[in-house]
């Protein structure tokens, strides 16, 4: 008999990366159709502090609940609030330390990103000053070492993008320029830039990990990704990988590792999984990673652009959870029959048939209803971002929606709804970062304020999209439930 | 009012999707030439 799975630790990561906000989909969409909307960009860019300072931002690594959160007037962006670069959960990394990382994230030869020494000396100092990361500073190797050239500028055929901190360039960033990257598209300067970002920013959010857990890396059995990148070349695009070389870029030497694909609910999916290879006593330390979307930087910069504000999408985020057995103290994750919310595929798309497979049927398979749980947690994006560019608050659609399914499931009186929805509910605080908002946010703060004996349950419901990979017209639902361990 | 007309229908998937748009417009005789949802996160 195997204990049940317990979400141990977890970490939040943020990378300020101003600059990267040209290289997102649709900034660099918009950028080829005219390039004036560079110098537009770069003018809408927030300075290091002030991303710091952001109230959302900051409950994402923990220094606000999201309650505190929503006790602070809106606009966000214009409050002077005291803000640390690190947090009960994680940190807001500066640009430059995470060139320091992407760097080292780069294991190909020639490398993807090669730099002169005095680049790479700035780049080591970074990483030597920052507590957590100065033991990758030494792994930072010169470029004698590793047959690098200099920052020169390369030739045009190669479409490499110039890579710059704080004004100061450190060089390109290249494709594969081997023969066997010759020629596929997906080896090119911007696909690898986008998995590079997934790798580095994985390592940083696995890095506080184990940091918070006080874990040596090698204790790390299982590693499972669950970011929105298609690795891979031109023979299996979206092959995968990236678990295993967050792992190795971290020192989890005793840890395989695989992908979990499903869209914006593949945390959920992965911690599922995860919790259920932990129950059936396959591994014992099993991490869940999540690293950060390029794709998905500047989503909504036009709106910003268009209200002359500045461009609130400039962060990548990334989550690391520590899935193990019971430990006495930490969450259960409720793995009964039932218990974890599927969308079947004949379920179809409305949402009350969604909300209904995924809410209502684990909670009556738990003989529980919608009232018995203390807090839930949807997708959580930022509103500020989400209103400015005209989607409205998308956090706040789909508490009306949990609300509306109380009510006809006649667990709610349609009176209480807004007031339910009050105390259950919560504002968005994750940027725009797809995966990375889905429910998973809120762990932290769960775990949080379940061990000060403020809420018993919480349930993380995570919806993806399916239908944007053109193969179906379906969108999927994931959901599980986090109690209060019965120990504790 | 709205029965044999056609519809062009555009949802959203965290608001209201196009489906249960559509499943409304059918059940009032409405014949739906067209149907997308957009996802926006």
């Given at each position: 008999m195997t204990s049940p799975p317990v979400i141990k630790n977890c970490s939040y990561c943020l990378a300020h990366v101003p600059d990267l906000v040209q290289y997102g989909s649709k900034p660099r969409r918009e950028i080829m159709r005219d390039p004036a909307i560079r110098g537009s960009i770069a003018r809408a860019l927030r300075p290091y502090n002030k991303a710091v300072c952001y109230p959302p931002n900051q409950t994402f690594i923990g220094n606000l609940s999201p309650d505190e959160l929503n006790t602070i007037p809106r606009p966000w962006f214009t409050r002077e609030t005291t803000g640390r670069n690190t947090g009960r959960f994680g940190e807001i990394l500066d640009q430059t330390t995470f060139f320091g990382l992407l760097k080292l994230a780069d294991v190909l030869n020639p490398p993807l990103f090669p730099m002169d020494e005095t680049a790479l000396a700035t780049l080591r100092e970074s990483l030597a000053d920052?507590?957590?990361?100065?033991?990758?500073?030494?792994?930072?190797?010169t470029p004698h070492q590793n047959g690098e050239n200099s920052t020169q500028q390369p030739s045009p055929q190669t479409s490499a993008l110039a890579m710059h901190s704080e004004g100061k360039r450190y060089g390109w960033f290249h494709g594969d320029e081997r023969a066997e990257g010759v020629d596929d598209e997906n080896l090119g300067p911007y696909h690898l830039l986008e998995n590079s970002c997934t790798k580095t920013t994985g390592a940083l959010a696995l890095s506080w990990l184990l940091h918070r857990e006080q874990m040596?890396?090698?204790?790390?059995?299982f590693l499972i990704s669950c970011g929105e990148e298609a690795c891979g070349?031109?023979?299996?695009?979206?092959?995968?990988g990236m678990a295993k070389a967050i792992g190795e870029m971290c020192g989890c030497s005793n840890a395989s590792g695989m992908d979990i694909k499903n869209f914006c609910a593949a945390p959920a999916s992965a911690i599922v999984t995860a919790a259920a290879m932990v129950k059936a006593g396959l591994h014992k330390r099993v991490v869940v990673v999540g690293g950060g979307s390029l794709?998905?930087?500047?989503?909504?910069f036009q709106s910003f652009l268009e209200h002359d504000?500045?461009?609130?999408?400039?962060c990548l985020a990334c989550t690391a959870l520590l899935i193990s057995g019971d430990d006495g103290v930490s969450p259960i994750i409720r793995l009964d029959p039932g218990a974890v919310g599927k969308v079947p595929?004949?379920?179809?798309?409305?949402d009350e048939s969604v909300f209904r497979h995924y809410l209502l049927n684990p909670l009556a398979a738990l003989n529980?209803?919608?009232?018995?749980?203390?807090r839930y947690a949807a997708e959580l994006q930022n509103p500020e971002i989400m209103e400015f560019a005209g989607s409205g608050d998308v956090t706040s659609k789909n508490y009306r929606k949990i609300g509306a399914m109380a009510v006809l499931a006649k667990q709610l009186e349609k009176s209480e709804m807004d007031s339910w929805i009050k105390k259950i509910g919560m504002v968005g605080f994750a940027p725009t970062q797809g995966h990375i908002?889905?429910?998973?946010?809120?762990i932290g703060h769960a775990m949080e304020a379940m061990h000060r004996g403020e809420i018993k349950r919480a349930m993380f419901l995570s919806r993806a999209s399916l239908f944007l990979n053109r193969c179906t017209n379906l969108l999927d639902g994931v959901s599980f439930i986090l109690e209060r361990n019965p120990k504790c | 009012m709205l029965h044999m007309k056609k519809a062009i229908v555009f949802g959203e998937r965290d608001d209201i999707s196009g489906t249960t748009v559509s499943t409304c417009l059918k059940a009032a005789g409405v014949e739906i030439v067209y149907e997308d949802t957009a996802c926006f996160v």
């Amino acid at each position: 008999m195997t204990s049940p799975p317990v979400i141990k630790n977890c970490s939040y990561c943020l990378a300020h990366v101003p600059d990267l906000v040209q290289y997102g989909s649709k900034p660099r969409r918009e950028i080829m159709r005219d390039p004036a909307i560079r110098g537009s960009i770069a003018r809408a860019l927030r300075p290091y502090n002030k991303a710091v300072c952001y109230p959302p931002n900051q409950t994402f690594i923990g220094n606000l609940s999201p309650d505190e959160l929503n006790t602070i007037p809106r606009p966000w962006f214009t409050r002077e609030t005291t803000g640390r670069n690190t947090g009960r959960f994680g940190e807001i990394l500066d640009q430059t330390t995470f060139f320091g990382l992407l760097k080292l994230a780069d294991v190909l030869n020639p490398p993807l990103f090669p730099m002169d020494e005095t680049a790479l000396a700035t780049l080591r100092e970074s990483l030597a000053d920052h507590p957590l990361l100065t033991g990758f500073a030494s792994r930072l190797e010169t470029p004698h070492q590793n047959g690098e050239n200099s920052t020169q500028q390369p030739s045009p055929q190669t479409s490499a993008l110039a890579m710059h901190s704080e004004g100061k360039r450190y060089g390109w960033f290249h494709g594969d320029e081997r023969a066997e990257g010759v020629d596929d598209e997906n080896l090119g300067p911007y696909h690898l830039l986008e998995n590079s970002c997934t790798k580095t920013t994985g390592a940083l959010a696995l890095s506080w990990l184990l940091h918070r857990e006080q874990m040596a890396p090698e204790k790390v059995d299982f590693l499972i990704s669950c970011g929105e990148e298609a690795c891979g070349d031109r023979y299996q695009r979206g092959g995968g990988g990236m678990a295993k070389a967050i792992g190795e870029m971290c020192g989890c030497s005793n840890a395989s590792g695989m992908d979990i694909k499903n869209f914006c609910a593949a945390p959920a999916s992965a911690i599922v999984t995860a919790a259920a290879m932990v129950k059936a006593g396959l591994h014992k330390r099993v991490v869940v990673v999540g690293g950060g979307s390029l794709a998905k930087l500047g989503m909504k910069f036009q709106s910003f652009l268009e209200h002359d504000l500045p461009i609130l999408d400039d962060c990548l985020a990334c989550t690391a959870l520590l899935i193990s057995g019971d430990d006495g103290v930490s969450p259960i994750i409720r793995l009964d029959p039932g218990a974890v919310g599927k969308v079947p595929i004949g379920a179809g798309n409305t949402d009350e048939s969604v909300f209904r497979h995924y809410l209502l049927n684990p909670l009556a398979a738990l003989n529980l209803q919608c009232t018995d749980i203390d807090r839930y947690a949807a997708e959580l994006q930022n509103p500020e971002i989400m209103e400015f560019a005209g989607s409205g608050d998308v956090t706040s659609k789909n508490y009306r929606k949990i609300g509306a399914m109380a009510v006809l499931a006649k667990q709610l009186e349609k009176s209480e709804m807004d007031s339910w929805i009050k105390k259950i509910g919560m504002v968005g605080f994750a940027p725009t970062q797809g995966h990375i908002p889905s429910a998973v946010p809120y762990i932290g703060h769960a775990m949080e304020a379940m061990h000060r004996g403020e809420i018993k349950r919480a349930m993380f419901l995570s919806r993806a999209s399916l239908f944007l990979n053109r193969c179906t017209n379906l969108l999927d639902g994931v959901s599980f439930i986090l109690e209060r361990n019965p120990k504790c | 009012m709205l029965h044999m007309k056609k519809a062009i229908v555009f949802g959203e998937r965290d608001d209201i999707s196009g489906t249960t748009v559509s499943t409304c417009l059918k059940a009032a005789g409405v014949e739906i030439v067209y149907e997308d949802t957009a996802c926006f996160v």
